[in-house]
C-alpha cells in the first residue's frame, strides 16, 4: 500500500482539528449549563458569593505543574482565566476597578489577562479611587499595584476599618520571569464576598518612625515589608507574614523593636506559586 501523501496527511490533521474545537466549545457549552444549575442551587440556599480565589489559585497551580508541549503556557493560563472571571460574571455581574496611575498598559494588560473583555474595566488615576468604586459596589474587585504607594502614599490604610474592603488575592497566580501580564498586583473586594484564603496575611502597621531593626523582626517569623511610607505624622508599613501568624503575635514582636505599635489585619491570599523548570520556559 503506497504511502499516504503529505496532501491526504494534511487533511487528516485538518479534520482532528475541527473534531477538537468542536469538542472544546461542546464543553464550554456543558460548563455553561452547570453554571445555570449552580446558580439556581445557590439561589435556593440564599445566595453567595461567586468569587472562590483559593479555587482558582489552586486551579491556576494544577494547569501550570502539568502543562506540557509546544503551546506556550501563557496562552492556556490566559484562556483559563478568561473562562473563570466570565463564568463567575455569568453567577453574578461585577466589573473591575484599575488603578492606571502607575501606567495604563501595564495594569490594562494585567486586567485583561485576567479578566477577559466581558468583565467591565472601571479605570482611576489612583489607588483611593479604585478602593471607593469597590465600596460603593458590593460585587466589585479592585486592582492595585503592590507598589502604589509610590504614587499614592499608604494606600493599605484605607483598608483597616472592618467594613472598608479586603485584599483577597494576588495576581498573577503563576509567576515567571516572562509572564506577559506579570504586574504584580492585589485584588480587593468588599470582606463580605469571599471565604478568606489564610496561606499569606497583610497587616498594617503603625509606629511613630523608622527603626534598623524592624526589617528583622519581620523576618524572624517569616514576613517582609511589601510598602514603607514615613513622614512627620508618623511610619505606616505593609506587611506580609504566614497566616500562621497573628496580628497578636505580629505586635508582640515588633514591641521591643518600636515601642508603641498599632496592627490591622487588612487582607489575605493564596500563596505565590513560582513556575518550576520546564524546557522552553526561562527560569527566575
Known sequence: MPDESPAKR??????????????????????????????????RQGGGSAFRPGREAEMMRRIAERHGGPL?????????RVIISTFTFIQARY???????????????TARFHFGFTV????????????????????DLGLIRIDAEALAGPWWGSLVEPEAPKVI????????????????VFVIARPTMVAAVRDVVLYSVS?????????????????????NVGDK????????????VDGASLRGALLPVVGEVRVAEIGSHAARFMLPPHPGYPQA
Open 10 to 43: 494534511l487533511d487528516d490533521l485538518r479534520v482532528d482539528i475541527d473534531r477538537i474545537d468542536a469538542a472544546m466549545h461542546a464543553l464550554l457549552m456543558e460548563r455553561g449549563g452547570i453554571i445555570e444549575e449552580l446558580i439556581a442551587v445557590k439561589a
Open 72 to 80: 506556550p503556557l501563557d496562552t492556556v493560563e490566559s484562556i483559563w
Open 95 to 109: 466589573a473591575v476597578h484599575a488603578d492606571l496611575a502607575g501606567g495604563d498598559a501595564a495594569m490594562r494588560d
Open 120 to 139: 467591565p474595566l472601571m479605570p482611576h488615576l489612583g489607588a483611593a479611587g479604585v478602593i471607593d468604586g469597590v465600596a460603593r459596589e458590593a460585587g
Open 169 to 184: 488575592a494576588r495576581l498573577p497566580f503563576v509567576e515567571r520571569t516572562d509572564h506577559p501580564a506579570g504586574l504584580p
Open 207 to 227: 509606629a511613630d518612625r523608622w527603626r534598623d531593626g524592624l526589617p528583622a523582626a519581620i523576618g524572624a517569623l517569616g514576613g517582609a515589608i511589601l510598602g
Open 233 to 244: 505624622l508618623g511610619l505606616v508599613l505593609l506587611v506580609a507574614v504566614p497566616g500562621t
